[in-house]
Nanobody
Framework: QVQLVESGGGLVQPGGSLRLSCVASGGTFSRFVMRWYRQAPGKERELVAGISDGGASTNYADSVKGRITISRDNGKKTVYLQMNSLKPEDAAVYYC????????WGQGTQVTVSS
């Protein structure tokens, strides 16, 4: 069974930065396509960024391009989300997702952007 544990969320002022981490256990991490999603109150869950199994290919939502970077360390079974120039509209619960035939989710980490 694959388990994903996110960390790194918190309260940050507009313009600030956070780095989220998601550590996987179980399964073969290097086979997973990894994605970060977010869900704000009253809104649907949306894709933020994704990275291929080897890390060579990434994709981003238009709303975060140039501000957010996804990366992974297969040796550490960890995917990261570096978030810079944060805006109030980035506030949400951020979820890590792993996919290899099946889809697995973490429990989420809260990001609050407020002065």
């Amino acid at each position: 069974q694959v388990q994903l544990v996110e960390s790194g969320g918190g309260l940050v002022q507009p313009g600030g930065s956070l780095r989220l981490s998601c550590v996987a256990s179980g399964g073969t991490f290097s086979r997973f396509v990894m994605r970060w999603y977010r869900q704000a109150p009253g809104k649907e869950r949306e894709l933020v960024a994704g990275i291929s199994d080897g890390g060579a290919s990434t994709n981003y939502a238009d709303s975060v391009k140039g501000r957010i970077t996804i990366s992974r360390d297969n040796g550490k079974k960890t995917v990261y989300l570096q978030m810079n120039s944060l805006k109030p509209e980035d506030a949400a619960v951020y979820y890590c997702n792993a996919r290899f035939f099946k889809s697995y989710w973490g429990q989420g980490t809260q990001v609050t952007v407020s002065s």
